[in-house]
């Protein structure tokens, strides 16, 4: 069954450096999302993007952040100055369209921020 | 702000019994709901849905049951296997402005053998 990947399983970073975490969504989709869950809080929503753009960000998605879908596969989060409190597991989702459609989630990257 | 409110924190049963698992929602604007099991170190895993359309979805040992005037839904596993043994979010969206997924903060199932 095709699946989402994500890479790396786990990134240690120190705080103001940046991360990318990257992302292979299932390859027939077209909505893509990234999700991060703090130790025991819940899974928050990030940011959706569709036909090369932003459909919808939350709050927590600030100018430090920023999303790319540099080729036709990859999909990836970037944190440019990195924060104490990012430290968190970020999931990655891709559906294959939108509505009454699940989204399927990859295994989560576990970021460390130092 | 919690949209989607899964108020037990955890649940245990005897295998073969019934699981219920609770959910209860405050948005009216949400029209698609969700359920997720992620065991520890993995992503979420897609379960089952329901629109609200309907008022039960039943795949196999899982049944989703929605309760649109009590803005309630419940998920209901028989017979409940250890195996089913993992965190079960809950999970809704709506259309325009509510359609990101909105998750719950979870509930441990624990099955005993």
């Known amino acids: 069954e095709p699946e989402v990947t994500q890479t790396p399983s786990h990134q240690v970073t120190q705080m103001g450096q940046e991360v990318i975490l990257r992302c292979v969504p299932i390859?027939?989709?077209?909505?893509f999302y990234w999700y991060r869950q703090i130790l025991g809080q819940k899974v928050e929503f990030l940011v959706s993007?569709?036909?090369?753009?932003?459909?919808?960000k939350s709050e927590i998605f600030d100018d430090q952040f920023s999303v790319e879908r540099p080729d036709g596969s990859n999909f990836t989060l970037k944190i440019r100055s990195t924060k104490l409190e990012d430290s968190a597991m970020y999931f990655c989702a891709s559906a294959n369209r939108e509505g009454n459609s699940p989204l399927h989630f990859g295994n989560g990257t576990r970021l460390t921020v130092t | 702000d919690q949209q989607v409110k899964q108020n037990s924190p955890s649940l245990s049963v005897q295998e073969g019994r019934i699981s219920i698992l609770n959910c209860d929602y405050t948005n009216s604007m949400f029209d698609y709901f969700l359920w997720y099991k992620k065991y520890p170190a993995e992503g979420p895993t897609f379960l089952i849905s329901?629109?609200?359309?309907?008022d039960k979805n039943e795949d196999g040992r899982f049944t989703v049951f929605l309760n649109k005037s009590a803005k309630h839904l419940s998920l209901h596993i028989v017979p409940s296997q250890p195996g089913d043994s993992a965190v079960y979010f809950c999970a809704a969206r709506g259309t325009g402005a509510n359609s990101k997924l909105t998750f719950g903060k979870g509930i441990t199932l624990s099955v005993r053998p």
């Open positions: 993007f569709y036909n090369n753009e932003i459909s919808e």
């Open positions: 390859s027939n989709h077209l909505y």
């Open positions: 329901i629109s609200s359309i309907k």
